[in-house]
Nanobody, 116 residues
């Protein structure tokens, strides 16, 4: 059973920065991709960022230029560096790992709150 453990959420003022971490229980290169979704109030869960096994990075339109995804294969961890945070970034951020296009594993979620 794959386990994904997130950390790094919290509260920050608008314009601030946070870094989220997601530690996987197995080799992250076993997955086709890893990344982050978020659930914001009143909206469907949306993709924030994803990095595939080859290193390609994809970002949601609302976070391009502000968020950056990276990984450290030596410790099976993926990071989400978030800067210039806005109140609309507030939500629960879920780490995910993906096998092919439809098999997902999820972390428990971590709350990010951005105040104006």
């Amino acid at each position: 059973q794959v386990q994904l453990t997130e950390s790094g959420g919290g509260s920050v003022q608008a314009g601030g920065s946070l870094t989220l971490s997601c530690a996987a229980s197995e080799n992250i290169f076993n997955f086709n991709a890893m990344g982050w979704f978020r659930q914001t109030p009143g909206k469907q869960r949306e993709l924030v960022a994803e990095i595939n096994v080859g290193g390609r990075r994809d970002y949601g339109d609302s976070v391009k230029g502000r968020f950056s995804i990276s990984r450290d294969g030596s410790i099976n961890t993926v990071y989400l560096q978030m800067s210039d945070l806005r109140p609309e970034d507030t939500g629960v951020y879920y780490c995910h790992s993906r096998i092919l296009s439809s098999r997902y594993y999820w972390g428990q979620g971590t709350q990010v709150t951005v105040s104006s």
